[in-house]
Nanobody, 122 residues
Framework: QVQLVESGGGLVQAGGSLRLSCAAS????????MGWFRQAPGKAREFVAS????????YYADSVKGRFTISRDNAKNTTYLQMNSLKPEDTAAYFC???????????????WGQGTQVTVSS
């Protein structure tokens, strides 16, 4: 069982930055691939970024490529999402996710965090 707790969300102006953190409860979390998804009101949950278990491979949604960076520190059981040049359309609840396989689909996720709200004002 892996519990995920996100932090770092908040309100920021367009063009600003935020760093989200996802702390995992178990040392076995280092064997999971990690990812971030987001969900805006009335919309489906969508893939944002993912990183493999040893941190050497990353994938990004086209909408965030070049602005967001995913990273992980397995010694701290923590995954990060650095978000720069934020836009109002990035406003959503952001969810940390863990899976045994690299996936862009919410259906492939084994564990979810509770979510942290990111609001970008124009």
């Amino acid at each position: 069982q892996v519990q995920l707790v996100e932090s770092g969300g908040g309100l920021v102006q367009a063009g600003g930055s935020l760093r989200l953190s996802c702390a995992a409860s178990s040392r076995t979390s280092s064997s999971y691939h990690m990812g971030w998804f987001r969900q805006a009101p009335g919309k489906a949950r969508e893939f944002v970024a993912s990183i493999n278990w040893h941190g050497t491979t990353t994938y990004y949604a086209d909408s965030v490529k070049g602005r967001f960076t995913i990273s992980r520190d397995n010694a701290k059981n923590t995954t990060y999402l650095q978000m720069n040049s934020l836009k109002p359309e990035d406003t959503a609840a952001y969810f940390c996710a863990a899976a045994k396989f690299m996936t862009r689909s919410p259906n492939g996720i084994e564990y979810w965090g509770q979510g942290t709200q990111v609001t970008v004002s124009s």
